[in-house]
DNA sequence: ACTGAAAGGGTTCCAGG
DNA sequence: CCTGGAACCCTTTCAGT
């Protein structure tokens, strides 16, 4: 199950993560190699959900979203019913970046963005009013030091 | 400093956050406009900075990256050099997706992505090495329940 | 498995409404 | 500010090595 790229499949990659928007040739240089090559390659990783959807970054603070929460959860619910209704809530609400559930004593971390605090209030009665929950903490970010979503090939 | 998107504006972005893959034509059609138009506006925007980098989601576990740690950073150090050197540590580590410094009794998060709990702990040692940190708290993620990048526009 | 080339399609830009 | 079109570049495929 686990994809074994070679040197040259990692190499690819690591050019599409930094910039997704160059040409084909562009990109074989970068890696040594040509067009075709690196076109089966990427076609290959493609098929295969190696190399998923390809997106543009947004200025977030440009734009107005200029609060982020990392919200922290602890749960009394551990039923399969409580489980599907909350996924699905945080699933459907396009302000929750990321969700993972966790080992140890917090079940569940958010991540947030909103554009201001009330936003975040907004949020956060809303999901208290769709599932029980029994302790939230909310870490609310000062300065977004790094962001990244490439994987350290 | 903030930009303000029209309503066309909006609906280019998201389409793109959602997939920036697609030709002018299918986005110009999604937004209910023709390319030209389009194309200005997209200039414009990546110009002005609110378009960034363009890039592909890689499928994390399939390359063997099977731990995502949250990290909850406590210090008891606040001079400008401690920090310097604080930042430059993790900007430099590329296994560091994501750092906030944040409000509150907790100084710092990170998101930090591993091939396993080992590598985990190798990046830890390297951290403490190099910056004194009064506390730390690891959460392991046991399931990413969500994670995007798009902004809710 | 790579090279080179050819066809089709897409991006970029410009003239005109 | 939009439409349509022309030129050029890139993607995609294929035959040859």
């Known amino acids: 199950m686990t994809f074994q790229p070679d040197d040259t499949d990692r190499k690819i990659l690591r050019e599409l993560q930094a910039d997704a928007g160059r040409s084909l040739d562009e990109i074989a240089r970068a890696v040594g190699s040509s067009k075709t090559?690196?076109?089966?390659?990427i076609k290959r990783m493609r098929e295969a959900g190696i190399i998923g959807?390809?997106?543009v970054m947004l200025d977030?603070?440009?734009?107005?979203?200029?609060?982020?929460?990392?919200?922290?959860?602890?749960?009394?619910?551990?039923?399969a019913e409580w489980q599907r209704k909350?996924?699905?809530?945080?699933?459907?609400?396009?302000?929750?970046?990321?969700?993972?559930?966790?080992a140890g004593d917090i079940d569940y971390i958010l991540k947030v963005r909103?554009?201001?605090?009330?936003?975040?209030?907004?949020?956060?009665q809303a999901l208290i009013?769709?599932?029980?929950?029994?302790?939230?903490?909310?870490?609310?970010?000062?300065?977004?030091?790094?962001?990244?979503?490439?994987l350290p090939l």
């Open 37 to 41: 090559p690196v076109w089966n390659r």
């Open 114 to 124: 909103v554009k201001n605090a009330r936003a975040y209030d907004q949020f956060y």
């Open 60 to 79: 977030a603070e440009a734009l107005g979203f200029e609060a982020t929460f990392f919200v922290l959860i602890r749960t009394s619910e551990h039923e």
């Open 86 to 102: 909350f996924l699905a809530t945080l699933r459907a609400r396009p302000e929750v970046q990321e969700a993972h559930r966790l």
């Open 129 to 150: 009013s769709e599932v029980r929950i029994y302790n939230v903490t909310a870490l609310l970010s000062m300065e977004e030091i790094k962001s990244t979503v490439a």
């Open 53 to 55: 959807q390809q997106t």
